[in-house]
T-cell receptor, first 109, second 117 residues
């Protein structure tokens, strides 16, 4: 069984601060997705990384896939209240996704 | 692109009744659709995987006779919760994979909130 350990589970910060969320596994994944989910809605795909060492940027969000394709990180610069939500990492293998437990981020104004 | 819809968005039913939830991919064809269950402030729990024209594959511990899945076409999958009980109350979310892509990307519907009285 593949597992993805996501940390931290909860994060409450002030507007303007930076933060990093981590996803780690002992398994190799063919791809790694990051999703953001707001209460009462479905997850929205933010990014997909597929190459070891790959770095993708989406405005203030930077995503990195580990060289061995076992881990990933999400870094948010100058967080804003609109970034508040549940961030989920998901490792792709065969046709399924293995989800981390999520990071509940609250950005206080 | 890659829009997935779910209907209904919420439903309240009496214990013992059955509820059907529809999942549609609106602007693409989906080789595979997935059904998840989510409890408050928790991650998604995969219930089953459905492929068009074949039987669904259920995850361990999920009762296939209770959660009936039908994948009638490349754009429609349905989940029927049979003889619902209060413990079935949850947020149910479907997702779909695009036929032409191979990166395991899944696009999620907005979810259905089921409350069983």
């Amino acid at each position: 069984t593949q597992l993805l350990e996501q940390s931290p589970q909860f994060l409450s910060i002030q507007e303007g601060e930076n933060l990093t969320v981590y996803c780690n596994s002992s398994s190799v994944f063919s791809s790694l997705q990051w999703y953001r989910q707001e209460p009462g809605e479905g997850p929205v795909l933010l990014v997909t990384v597929v190459t070891g060492g790959e770095v993708k940027k989406l405005k203030r969000l930077t995503f990195q896939f580990g060289d061995a394709r076992k881990d990933s990180s999400l870094h948010i610069t100058a967080a804003q209240p609109g970034d508040t939500g549940l961030y989920l990492c998901a490792g792709g293998s065969n046709y399924k996704l293995t989800f981390g437990k999520g990071t509940l981020l609250t950005v206080n104004p | 692109g890659a829009v997935v819809s779910q209907h209904p968005s919420w439903v309240i039913c009496k214990s013992g009744t059955s509820v059907k939830i529809e999942c549609r991919s609106l602007d693409f064809q989906a080789t595979t659709m997935f059904w998840y269950r989510q409890f408050p402030k928790q991650s998604l729990m995969l219930m089953a995987t459905s492929n068009e024209g074949s039987k669904a594959t259920y995850e361990q511990g999920v009762e296939k006779d209770k959660f009936l899945i039908n994948h009638a076409s490349l754009t429609l999958s349905t989940l029927t919760v049979t003889s619902a009980h209060p413990e079935d109350s949850s947020f149910y979310i479907c997702s779909a994979q695009i036929l032409e892509r191979s990166y395991n990307e899944q696009f999620f519907g907005p979810g259905t909130r089921l409350t069983v009285l």
